[in-house]
């Protein structure tokens, strides 16, 4: 496949994260680089508060290949702390800010975490109080602390680094780290209940964040780019890399409100965003009230699994926004495949399209024969490109099990290819789509299995006004004393807020059928069933 008239990143040099950055620096020093709500950054503050915040953490003592989580909101120190680890050759975690303790803690086991980076003054959860918690809770490995807004009381036995302090640090800085070394990992649901982590080199950001910003016209002198969605994720950060790489202005949200986003859209003249489908809706009914304050907005990528992307791609038309469906994956990086935005709205509504980056492929293998499938018939998604993981990230180094012989990523996906490129068709496994990020039903069931009484459980996915959600069947022990509630207050103890079931219904067993391997439970049975106790 290739990208038509997409321009190539092919043939340019590879370059590190600090590299990407100080080019802008030197090309638009002061152009606006960073906004978020304790102030704006230029690119020249940007890159040399970063460089000074890299020295400061050599000296404390981070090396290449330290782990290190990014456990807070989008803000210009989220990014500050990337450029500085990725320049040590430091190795950063993306962390929901969001998360409870008890799901951090399996990140930062099973990442080796030695250092988690923290903004108390933030949206999110991590404070002094959480860093107590997760001292508490054993096996952990994380021992220092950097902070954002200053020093902060961490546990016995901890170390504070002083966030402002570091930033104005004057020690001497070592060399940057080659562009091929792994720099970013991103936590993805894995089928054994701990998290799947996704490692990517440098030079992979780098580069797909440069075919990014040519494919989603970035680059024009206007642009202005939304950062709404988390850092933690591909989605959000591909997207502000992509902003990076075009030297544009990104507006920087710690949490995505409606209301505060047409705000900013419209003091910042944002031109340009992505997002699932719930943002848009959010977006869309908060602009309609007055579109004039979205006037600027010219381009929007989105995804969504609710069937309705024509009904979507009409609403930004009305409004005088251009959407179209794109696709990517954690493994691949988010926005690897896109509509270009000529396209007919019909086409624009279907997930699937071109690469980004030409120097990017996508083929498609048949299951049953394992061979390679013509156009035009479905199979399973395998990629190559400039723009794949290099591995899972494990104790042992990095596991290149996902590829295959040639290096090719095995996506998990179904799709085929067309006259019109590739076409997403579905997950191979039943992911959920819930608040943008896919999730493994399975890693929830295996929580909801450790709670005392209940026996086994199945989650699957629903879409309430609310937008996507799961619900959870479970067979208990002791049917009469069974407490929904109950299960529902410890699934928030132990889960992401978005990986809660909004009901648990208990049932006696679950629906079934013989297939040729034996029996097998009926998902597509216990979503109906779901549908219907909702909307009763």
Known sequence: MTAGAQTSTAGRPAVSISELVERAAHSRPD??????????????????????????????????????????????????????????????????????????ARIVRAAGITALVIDPRSGGVADSGALRQLAELPGLTATSVLSASGPVPVPVGWECWDGPALLAHQGSLPAGAPPEAACSVFPSSGSTGAPKLVVHSQQAITAHSIAVADAFAYTQPDSVVLGQL?????????????????????????????????????????????????????????????????????????????????????????????????????????????????????????????????????????????????????????????????????????????????GWVRTGDMGLLDDDGFRFLARDKDFLRLSGFLVDPHEIELRMEEFDDIVDAQVVGVTTDKGPRCVAFVRVASPSSFDEQRVRARCQEELASYKVPVRVFRVDDFPRIDGANGPRIQRLALRKIAEERLSA
């Open 31 to 104: 152009g606006l680089a960073i906004v978020d709500d304790n102030g704006s950054l230029t690119y020249r503050n940007f890159f040399e508060s970063a460089m000074r915040l890299a020295a400061g953490l050599h000296d404390a003592g981070v090396t290449a290949g330290s782990r290190v989580g990014l456990w807070l909101p989008n803000t210009a120190f989220w990014l500050q702390a990337h450029v500085a680890l990725a320049h040590l050759g430091a190795v950063a975690v993306g962390i929901n800010a969001r998360y409870p303790v008890q799901e951090v």
């Open 230 to 406: 988390p850092m933690c994720g591909v989605w959000g950060f591909n997207t502000v890399y992509a902003a990076i790489a075009a030297m544009a202005p990104v507006i920087m949200m710690e949490r995505f409100e409606a209301g505060r986003a047409v705000e900013l859209i419209a003091r910042h003249g944002v031109t340009h965003a992505n997002g699932p489908d719930l943002f848009l809706r959010q977006l869309f009914e908060a602009a309609e009230e007055d579109p004039a304050r979205v006037e600027s907005l010219r381009a929007i990528g989105f995804s969504t699994f609710s069937n309705d992307g024509e009904e979507l791609v009409d609403r930004g038309s009305r409004l005088g926004i251009t959407l179209f469906q794109v696709y990517g994956s954690s493994e691949q990086q988010a926005l690897m495949v896109c509509r270009p935005s000529t396209s007919e709205p019909s086409l624009r509504a279907d997930p699937g399209g071109f690469p980004s980056n030409p120097a990017t492929r996508v083929r498609i293998r048949d299951p049953k024969t394992g061979e390679l499938a013509p156009p035009g018939l479905p199979g399973q998604v395998e990629s190559t490109g400039p723009n794949i993981l290099l591995g899972y990230l494990t104790d042992e180094g990095i596991d290149t099990s996902a590829l295959t012989e040639d």
